[in-house]
Each structure stands twice: as C-alpha cells, then as structure tokens.
C-alpha cells in the first residue's frame, strides 16, 4: 500500500525534475489542461460550439474525469511529502494549498452542474483549470516568485498609483463635469477617464473638451505616465535579478573567504 | 500639564514606530481618513448622495470635529519636538511644516462654508484629507524621497520634454492647419494633439489626415518616445535604489554555514 | 579555378571587415537591397506604379539577375568555408543557413511568377529581400544576439502574457457579453479588446460600457500593464549588456597621465 | 580695444560659470528667449494676436535687435577662443558652429521678411529661436552628450525599428488592404497604422477589422512592443549614466593606482 502511494506520490511530483515515464506523464496531464483550456475558448464561439458541441462535451467529460481522478490521487499520497506527514490533519492542510485548490475548482464547477446549479459564471470558472499549468511549467512558477520578492515596492507604487487615480479624477471632475455631464458627471466616473489617460490606452470614449480640462489633461499625463510605470518597471527588475539568481545558483560556485567551503 | 503634553506627543507622532495603544490610535485616525476620501468620491455620485444624506453630513461633520481636535492637540503639544521648542514662534514654524498644512487643508473648507463660502472648489478641497494618509502610512513618504533624490534628473528632463513638446506642435502646426483649421488652428491647440501623441495616449479626437501630418506625426512618435519616457525611467530607477538601501540598512547579516563567520 | 573561387569566396564574405574593393562591393549590393524594398513599398501605390511602371520592372529584373548571380557564386564560392568543405553536402548544409534560405526567398517569387504561379502574397515576398540587409550591416546581427541570449526570459513571459490574455478576456466576456454581443460576443472576440487595452493601445473601436466592464477594465489595465511590458524591458536590458560587452572587447586602454601605467 | 573684446567674450561666454554683472545678464537674455517664445506660441492664436497685436510686434522688434547685436557682439569676440584665434578664418569656422548657427536662425527670418520674403514657414523658424535657451541653460546640453555617448545603440535600434516597419506594414498590407482599400489601400497608408500600434498611440482612425488582420494585428504589438520601447530604454540608462559621471566626477577624486597621482 505505502509502496505504490510513494510511487504515485513520485509520479506526480518528482522531486528530480522527472524522468522516462513521469516526463510522458506530467507531458499528457499538460496536453489535456490546454486541449481544456482551448475548449473553453472557443467553445465560447457560438457558431463552432453548435457545430462541434459533442466534441466540446467529450473534451469536457473525459477531462473532469482525468482531473477527479488525479485529485484523489494526490490528496492520497499527499502524506508521503514531509510536510503533510499526518493523515487527517496533513491532507486537509495540504488541500488549503494554492494549487491543490485550483485543481479543486478545476472540477468542482462540473459537479455544481450536475448538482442543478448551472450558472453561466461557474461554467467560466473551468477557465481556471489552465492554472494548472503552473504545476507543469516550472518557468511559470518564476512570475510568483518575483511579485512576491518585490511585494513592498509593488504594494508601496499601488497605493501611490490609488491615491493619485482618486485625486486626479477629483480635480477633472470639478473641471470638466458642467461642460459633458454625462461622462465626467461624478468621480467614481471620471475615474474611468483617468484609467485610459495614466495607462495611456486612450480609447477615445472620453476625453475633456474645455481649454482648462485639456490644459489638466497635458499637465496630468505628462507627469502621471511615471508613477503609473512604476509597478512595471520593477517587475522587469525583479525580473532580471530573479533569472539571473538562478542563472548564477546553476552555474558558478561560491566558497565561504573564510574557510573555503563552498556556499 | 507637560507631562499629558509630552503624552499627546508620543500619542500623535511615536517615535519609536509605536506600540500598543498607540498603533490603535494611528489606525482609528488612519480609518476615518479613508472613510472620508470614500465619502467625498461615493458623494459626487448625486443618486447615491440623494439616497444617503443623513451618513454623508454625518461623515462630514463628525470627521471635520475628529481632525480639528487633532490639529488643536498638535499644535498644542508639538513644542515637545525639538524643532519647534519656543512656544509661538515654534508653534507658527510647526504650523508651516507640508502635513501640519495638509491638517489645516483638511479642515478649512467646512468652517469656509459655515461662514457663508460655499463654492464647489471648496469642497473638493476635502479630498485633499486624503494626503493626511502619508502620516500614517510610511511607505508612501518613500515616493516623496525618491522625486527629492532624482530632483535635478528630472528637471532636466521636464525641461527638455516641454522645449520638445513646443517645437514639434509648431511644426506640425505649419503642417496641418490649413487642413484642419479647427483642431490645429494655434500652436496651443496643437498642444494638445502632441502631449496626446508623446505619451502615447492618443484619444483619437485629433490626428494629422494629410501626408505631410501623417509623415511628420510619424517621425515625431517615434523619436519623441524615449524623451517622454525618461522621467519614468530615472524615477523607477530612483524608486528601486530607494528601497534597496532601505532594505540593506535592516537587512539580516548572513553567516557562512561552516565556519561561522559574517559573509 | 580553386583560386578564383578563393577571391570571390573572399569579395563576398571578407573575414577582416572588408578593404578597398570589397566594400565597395558591398555598398553596390547593399544599394541595390534597399532600391529593391523602396520599389516595392511605393510600388504597392497604385497611381505610382502606373504611372512609373516601368522603372519599377526595371529595377526588379535588374535586381533579380544580380541576387541571382550572387546567390549562384555563394553556393559555388561557400566550400571555401572550413564547415561547408564537402562538395555536395557542404553546399547542401550552406543552402540550409538562415542567410542563405533569406538569398534564395529573395529570387524565387520572380520565377515562380514566369513558371505561372502568380499569387499576390508571392510578389509581396520580395520584400523579404530586405532581411538581406543583415548581412551588409553587421549591427542589425545583435537584435538577433540578444534575442538568443535572452531566449529563456522571452519564453517564461510571453507564455505568462499568453495565459493572461486569455484569463482576463474570458472574465471580461461574462461581465461584459450581454450589454456588447457584437464586440464581446465570444472569448476569442473579446481578445482583441484584451490585446488593445493591454498594449495600451487602444484603438477605441472596442470598449467596456457597462460599470462592471469599466471596473473590470480598469484593474486589469493597471495591474496588466506590468506583465505587458516585462519582454521589453527585458530586451532593452541584453541590448545594452550586449553592447557594453562589444564595447569593452574593443576599447581602448586608459594611461595614466602621470606614470604611463595601464589603469 | 582688445581689452574691451575679452570683456565682451567673458561676458557672453564666461568660463567659470559666471558672477555678479554676467549672471543678470545671462538672467536676461534667457528670459527674452523664453518671452519670445512665449509670443510666437500665443501669437498663433489669430484672436490673441488680432487683440494684442502691438505687443506681439513690440517682443519681436526689440528682440531681434538684442539678438542681432548678440550676434554680433559674438561673432567680434569669438577670436578670444583659442579655438577661432584667426580673425577671419576663426570666426568663419565660429560661424558654423551649431549654437551660432542658432543665433543667425534667430533673427535671419526677420530680416528676410523685411526683404519682402514673407512665408509663413519662415515665420515660425523663430521658434528656433528658443533652442537658444540651451546655451543658457547648462543642463539642457546633457541630453546632446547622451544622444553622442548611445549614438551607436541608437542607430542600430532604430534601423532596425524601421526595417521592422516596412515588413510589418506589407504584411498587414496584404491581409487587409481589400477589406479597408481606403485605409490600407498601399504599404505607405498602412505604415500610419504600422506607426500608431508599435508605438501604442493608437488614434483609432485606422485599424483592421477583418480576423486575420486583428490576428495578426495582435501578434504584431505584443512583440513589436519591445523593439519600439529600445530606443526609450537606452536613453534612459544614458541619462542616468551620465548624470551618475557628473556626480561623481564632482563629488570623490580617483587615484592612479600605480602613481597615486589624481587623475
């Protein structure tokens, strides 16, 4: 029992990086999470979803069906893993995990349905079932790392980024809003313009007319576009350093200058 | 008498980082600030403001009493602060200080118009309570620090982006007048079409249509990108050395495994 | 015979950066590259090409027997090259290389035109004649350096952007498909609005109108832009490592002015 | 008299950064640059100019007789400089330095004016005029030592941005050109779409609509993003670089190591 629960425990998470049978393995599980997740995408498309709803249903059964089964597997042989070593306790920790609960609400919208609760919202929820990409592709995995490297910066400029949307707006509001009542007519609604100008999409659905609101406007974007890169530009930060680090961690080695062992 | 002043002190500007009560205190202030800045945006929506009333005067007049209490107790016990020791000549020099004036901001408006001045402006003026939140949280001084730090970068760059900015809107105003005499009749409305171009907002409520604007807006996108993208890259830059001393200045040493020493 | 192949193998491909005749041979080819992709760009000009039409066949044979003749010698020429010795085989393994496949796309359309074949998208192809432009300037190879070097940070975030774009149009496709069924109707649809807003371009023939859509919009912008931007500021990063690199392998060494001593 | 040309030369151009008498007066041909570049902006404005009319005239009379006696003053005692020591010769190769072929742009339109050329081109070349305020204004020259120090990398971004250009525009061109025969009818018609999306502009006068195009349209600003944001991103890193030298140049001394002499 404890020997196949250790192998299935090893097939599906290999703590080596994975070799012959596992690589087939993770490759199969991946392949069915995109065909899923191309599934959802186009089965959006009413026209093909009409034409090909069987198609679309089979990808959709056979899929849960893999996807319960591989949950219950890993809830099973979660125990082999250190840190879920007791039965009860260690598995329902292990369920409160980030990606054990994306593999629950990979499937849980399934049953919902079946359960007679068929809302449109839950059928989309599927979608992120392409979260679990991030269990096959390590690389993914870096993104999570960084933000959570750079969180008081990114914390830090979002607040900033918050504070000056509110401001801002407040100030185009009392500007603009006798001369087009009907788009800058409160704040909450002239926030939408400040959005499209700070990030600088620009959909053109709003936009001020009078001399003064335009003079705000050039004022505003010119000096705005900095704060709200800022998020941006450290991420690409964290970026670099998080690749590099790793780059050095695999390649080459650092000793202690005091005893020389290596680091 | 200076000891509850010294008390009051403490209570407002703690300056070990604060403790207990303290820290309750800060987040009671803190809270009712943002409830404030909500009101103010929630009250520009006139159905919501019709409907709630009776909560946003309540808002109002028990946040104006909350910060005109504050802005007593700190002019009376800042005197403890070395910089303003003497009682007046400290306590004018005190009430000049950036926050000490935002507190004032915070408050004049509404005894403005219990005197009779009721203009609109005045009361957006409330909104700038919200700047009352860089005393409670730290991080947002930060932003402050950096613009100081960067301040002769980004002058420079100010200046070289408004010379650009004047320039290119008169050629294209030779360009494209004739045109278009409605939107790039002067050189200040065709203003507005470069800072829409230059920061790559681009509204689409003007844009050249003849080939000679189209040519010459074309060049001017595509060199004129990088000038106004400098300020945010120096004050990404900025932002990043920043906090990377910060970070080191409390950083955690790091001790080799083997021999013990500090790396 | 072999000493001739030699001097041509020399005049095309010179490993010292060119003297004298060479480059002089070079500019013609380059010339006659960069001829070439302004005769078809303002060829596609309808009223240009009908009025000039002539010259534009003219430079288009004159060319075509020229890359021809240059395609030609280079295969003959290319077993010079220590890695394409064998007769046969090496021309074979040469007529594989990027640059050579780039020489042999510039010559073909043309006579798959005269064997008949007479595809519009076939006469377009000329244009990839002007990729022949990295061979003559050897700057335009470092794109492609950095493009290599950078290759695992490119790939982890262009896949991140993928799997976001598609997360973030189908929870805009349920917030927003039943106010727009024509702009919104379908989660491939509703992409394009993701593309536009998350580049930031933003045409405006695409937008959110409802309140939930603009929220929705505004949180995706803001915290999108970041993720959008990462493989540029990736980019410019190798750019100029690469470039330092180049420039440190040839600079010139700094004296001391006082000791003569090499710093 | 030669006592009097060194004091003339010092005053215009003094090499220890100026004091007293060379200040103010620095102070006050800066300002009539900016005075007059104030009056060619709003003088555009035809009501302005109808309103204020002897004003307008007033600033440009006195100024181009103070330019014009600058230019003069300069040209006399340029021979100072060791750099223009010839009396004729020096001042010929003075006058075609790029700052006093600045000052002779300056007034030169004036005086082709009064010499019945009148074309409203030339009367907005005194807008060259405010290129004058870079001699004043010694940091405004940063931005030329950064564009000399990244010339290489520019050149090399920027070709290949427009390399980019053309292969973009004739793709789109042929996906395109016979949904939208106005818009895309030509690959230089759909350069103005090619410029608007890869610099995220995006007026939203132009953009495809067909699938293959907005297809394709996606692909291209995802990546084309990168290559357009180079340029931005080089000048940034020189900025910095080179206000990091001058600070440092200015701040801790650099020994020889072998020497111990300053360098």
Redesign the interface.
Known sequence: MSKSRAYIYQLFDPHDGGQGLERVFDGILLGLVLLN?AA???G???SLYASYKPYFVAIEVVSVYVFTLEYALRVWSCVEDRRFQRSIGGRLRFMRTPMALVDLLAILPFYLSIAGIDL??LR?LR?FR?LK?ARY?R??Q??GQVVRRKR??L???????G?ML??VS??M??VESEAQPDKF?????T??WG???L???????V?PITVAG?LL??II???G?????????????G??EQ?AQQRIATEVPVY????G?K?
């Open positions: 997740g959802v995408v186009l959006s498309v009413k449109r919202i989309l979608l392409l990409v592709v690389a993914l870096v993104i008081p910066e914390l830090v400029t979002t607040g900033v980024i504070l509110v401001l407040s100030l509001y009392v007519g409160s704040i909450p609604e926030m939408w959005v499209a100008t990030t600088t999409v620009g959909y053109g659905d936009y335009k406007s050039s974007a010119v000096l576009l900095g704060l709200f890169a800022l998020p941006t530009g450290i991420l690409a930060a970026f670099s690749l202690c200058p005091h005893c062992h680091l």
